[in-house]
T-cell receptor, first 113, second 110 residues
Framework: EPEVTQTPSHQVTQMGQEVILRCVPI?????FYWYRQILGQKVEFLVS????????KSEIFDDQFSVERPDGSNFTLKIRSTKLEDSAMYFC???????????FGQGTRLTVV | KQEVTQIPAALSVPEGENLVLNCSFT??????LQWFRQDPGKGLTSLLL?????REQTSGRLNASLDKSSGRSTLYIAASQPGDSATYLC?????????FGTGTSLTVIP
């Protein structure tokens, strides 16, 4: 069964460093998303991406965040200068249509020290 | 802004019991509603998707209903098993994003 794949599963980084989280969405999907979940809190929306551009972003997704689809398969989230409060589980998701079923990856646990 | 609430926050039942998880949302202008399962430290597994025009969906022992006008959904789990123990999340789609509830943590006791 097709699945969304995220790497790495766990990343530890020092405050102020740049990190790139990687995702391979399901191959025929056209809509891509990043969400995050701080420990013990709700899953929160960060950004949606369609047709090679951001279609919606939340207040969390400020200038330190960026997304990119560098080739036909990968979808990345970059955090330019990490802060302690960026520590969270980051989930990538994809869907075939804008109102279709969303499939989530297993997540990348980011720990900023 | 869409607010999603799930009750109860935690539920513990003996194996074999039927149970209902509740989800409510404040803005009825949704495209769809999706139920997910999350195991500790893991990702989100899609269980059921209900489009806004639908009233319910079934998959195996799971049945989800949607009453969009009243802003409510329920997830019914029949004949619960210990393997059903997990956190169940409700998410509603508005615009280009999902709004998630805080989840119901379910423990099924053998």
């Amino acid at each position: 069964e097709p699945e969304v794949t995220q790497t790495p599963s766990h990343q530890v980084t020092q405050m102020g460093q740049e990190v790139i989280l990687r995702c391979v969405p399901i191959s025929n999907h056209l809509y891509f998303y990043w969400y995050r979940q701080i420990l013990g809190q709700k899953v929160e929306f960060l950004v949606s991406f369609y047709n090679n551009e951001i279609s919606e972003k939340s207040e969390i997704f400020d200038d330190q965040f960026s997304v990119e689809r560098p080739d036909g398969s990968n979808f990345t989230l970059k955090i330019r200068s990490t802060k302690l409060e960026d520590s969270a589980m980051y989930f990538c998701a994809s869907s075939a249509g804008g109102r279709g079923e969303a499939f989530f990856g297993q997540g990348t646990r980011l720990t900023v020290v | 802004k869409q607010e999603v609430t799930q009750i109860p926050a935690a539920l513990s039942v003996p194996e074999g019991e039927n149970l209902v998880l509740n989800c409510s949302f404040t803005d009825s202008a949704i495209y769809n509603l999706q139920w997910f399962r999350q195991d500790p430290g893991k990702g989100l597994t899609s269980l059921l998707l209900i489009q806004s025009s639908q009233r319910e969906q079934t998959s195996g022992r799971l049945n989800a209903s949607l009453d969009k006008s009243s802003g409510r959904s329920t997830l019914y789990i029949a004949a619960s098993q210990p393997g059903d123990s997990a956190t169940y999340l409700c998410a509603v789609a508005t615009g280009n994003q999902f709004y998630f509830g805080t989840g119901t943590s379910l423990t099924v006791i053998p």
